[in-house]
T-cell receptor, first 115, second 106 residues
């Protein structure tokens, strides 16, 4: 079974530029999560999708971050315009069951450096 | 549920037991998780415990939960060099600790 795929693995941009990250979850997984992991910290949940609907985006900085999950499969996370403090690893995870009963499977992450 | 705290570092010798501790704040959490992260990789679920349990054992891993003190621990028996990684505790899928870096010396 293929795992959670993310791209690009690495991205370097200058502040005020835009960037997009892509995630392909495990086939059949209805729930998809995006996390931001700043160096030395644990992952912070940005947004949770159930199929193509948003369940929780309370910690997503909506003035600059946006995310979508078209057709309930792949998802993209966009940052526009980027700030220095957005430098982090962006992790995507998926689960067959939402809420607390499903194991999360994480991708390897997309490392963003904002100069 | 936003404050999940862990000690930053733990160093043990190969063959010893490791105990990684975590405190959390949200008493309504149903599940508490332990994840392992190796360099350059995503998080891997190690084990989890339901909030109505005190202990769970899974091969070399033992999880202890003290709900009264909101304290969670992970014990790794017979620690190996391959166990060197960062370990995260998490409340549900929402709140993660900052991670404990486990260094296993041969």
């Amino acid at each position: 079974e293929a795992g959670v795929a993310q791209s690009p693995r690495y991205k370097i941009i200058e502040k005020r530029q835009s960037v997009a990250f892509w995630c392909n979850p495990i086939s059949g997984h209805a729930t998809l999560y995006w996390y931001q992991q700043i160096l030395g910290q644990g992952p912070k949940l940005l947004i949770q999708f159930q199929n193509n609907g948003v369940v929780d985006d309370s910690q997503l900085p909506k003035d600059r971050f946006s995310a979508e999950r078209l057709k309930g499969v792949d998802s993209t996370l966009k940052i526009q315009p980027a700030k220095l403090e957005d430098s982090a690893v962006y992790l995507c995870a998926s689960s067959s069951r939402g809420g607390s009963t499903g194991e999360l499977f994480f991708g390897e992450g997309s490392r963003l450096t904002v100069l | 549920g936003e404050d999940v705290e862990q000690s930053l570092f733990l160093s043990v010798r190969e063959g010893d037991s490791s105990v990684i501790n975590c405190t959390y704040t949200d008493s309504s959490s149903t599940y508490l998780y332990w994840y392992k992260q190796e360099p350059g990789a995503g998080l891997q679920l190690l084990t989890y415990i339901f909030s109505n349990m005190d202990m769970k054992q899974d091969q070399r891993l033992t999880v202890l939960l003290n709900k009264k003190d909101k304290h969670l621990s992970l014990r790794i028996a017979d620690t190996q060099t391959g166990d060197s990684a960062i370990y995260f505790c998490a409340e549900e899928e929402f709140y993660f600790g900052s991670g404990t870096k486990l260094n296993v010396k041969p």
